[in-house]
């Protein structure tokens, strides 16, 4: 079975510091990952996606996320924080089998401190 | 390009009752999917429907269906509400469906509390 697992349901982070949010993954199948970010009080939007090629994988709004296959994870990174960064962030991975249903983990809240 | 659209925003019903959600999609998109967001469970795949047919469907009893018509609007609907059901609930729209594998555009949910 396939799950998602972000580790730290918070993380707090300095304006300008490095974001790091952490995803694992597992997959019976070659994992289609993304990452989605959401406001308060507004639905998801989509960062970034990883399904082939390129491991390194450049989003919107200056975040990117390596896919390592040997730890089975998709990582999300951003150099320097800003305060409107501050929202939830959540991984998904697409279910194993011939279904396409997407799993998302349970989300991170980032918080940015002035 | 207007984005994915939901009514109502925010609806109280009380147990046993019976509720319908409205979703229009993005210009153009042909694909619906519906998601749960409860504080417990998080965010879970309800169903997708592609071109008015079901495509795919999460694991939820036979209270919660779904529709979609020929001009892609979508409509969800639970029966006999239980507490539980109380959640935020997502539409979001792609142009070719399979939510595993695609991009989809998020509405802004509808805040369901069933009292």
């Known amino acids: 079975a396939q799950s998602v697992t972000q580790l730290g349901s918070h993380v707090s982070v300095s304006e300008g510091a490095l974001v790091l949010l952490r995803c694992n993954y597992s997959s019976s199948v070659p994992p289609y990952l993304f990452w989605y970010v959401q406001y308060p009080n507004q639905g998801l939007q989509l960062l970034l996606k990883y399904t082939t090629g390129a491991t390194l994988v450049k989003g919107i709004n200056g975040f990117e996320a390596e896919f390592k296959k040997s730890e089975t994870s998709f990582h999300l990174t951003k150099p320097s924080a800003h305060m409107s960064d501050a929202a939830e962030y959540f991984c998904a991975v697409r279910t194993s089998g011939g279904s396409y249903i997407p799993t998302f983990g349970r989300g991170t809240s980032l918080i940015v401190h002035p | 390009k207007a984005g994915v659209t939901q009514t109502p925003r925010y609806l109280i019903k009380t147990r046993g009752q019976q509720v319908t959600l409205s979703c229009s999609p993005i210009?153009?998109?042909?694909?619906v999917s519906w998601y749960q967001q409860t504080p417990g469970q998080g965010l879970q795949f309800l169903f997708e429907?592609?071109?008015?047919?079901?495509?795919n469907k999460g694991n939820f009893p036979g209270r919660f269906s779904g529709r979609q018509f020929s001009n892609s609007r979508s409509e969800m609907n639970v029966s006999t509400l239980e507490l539980g059901d109380s959640a935020l609930y997502l539409c979001?729209?792609?142009?070719?469906?399979?939510?595993?594998?695609?991009?989809?555009?998020f509405g802004p949910g509808t805040r369901l509390t069933v009292l």
């Open positions: 429907y592609f071109s008015e047919t079901q495509r």
């Open positions: 210009s153009g998109h042909r694909s």
């Open positions: 979001a729209s792609s142009l070719n469906g399979l939510a595993g594998i695609n991009e989809q555009f």
